[in-house]
């Protein structure tokens, strides 16, 4: 059974920054391609970024794109979210995720942890 924790969130001013962190648990995370979801207050579910098994592809939204940065350490399991310059519409519930076929789909998630970022 694959298990996927975050942790990190908090809440920081405008222009902040926060670090999460996503570590899983379970599985062979060296063949799962990983991701950053978020889910905002009254808001649908949105993408943040991806990242391949290896860590040389990312891919982000234009949202977050110069200053959201994911990466991963497949030695300690564990996938991040640097998360810069941030703004109030960045607060959400940020959920990392697995795809753990390499079908495009992510089918693993963890619980969330909450961002909020106050002006």
């Known amino acids: 059974q694959v298990q996927l924790v975050e942790s990190g969130g908090g809440s920081v001013l405008t222009g902040g920054s926060l670090r999460l962190s996503c570590v899983v648990s379970?599985?062979?995370?060296?063949?799962?391609?990983m991701g950053w979801f978020r889910q905002g207050p009254g808001k649908e579910r949105e993408f943040v970024a991806k990242?391949?098994?290896?860590?040389?592809?990312?891919f982000y939204p234009n949202s977050v794109k110069g200053r959201f940065t994911i990466s991963r350490d497949n030695d300690k399991n564990t996938v991040y979210l640097q998360m810069n310059k941030l703004k109030p519409e960045d607060t959400a519930d940020y959920f990392c995720?697995?795809?753990?076929?390499?079908?495009?789909?992510?089918?693993?998630w963890g619980q969330g942890t909450q961002v909020t970022v106050s002006s």
């Open positions: 990242i391949s098994l290896s860590g040389v592809s990312t």
């Open positions: 379970g599985g062979t995370f060296r063949n799962y391609n």
């Open positions: 995720a697995a795809d753990r076929h390499g079908l495009g789909s992510f089918d693993s």
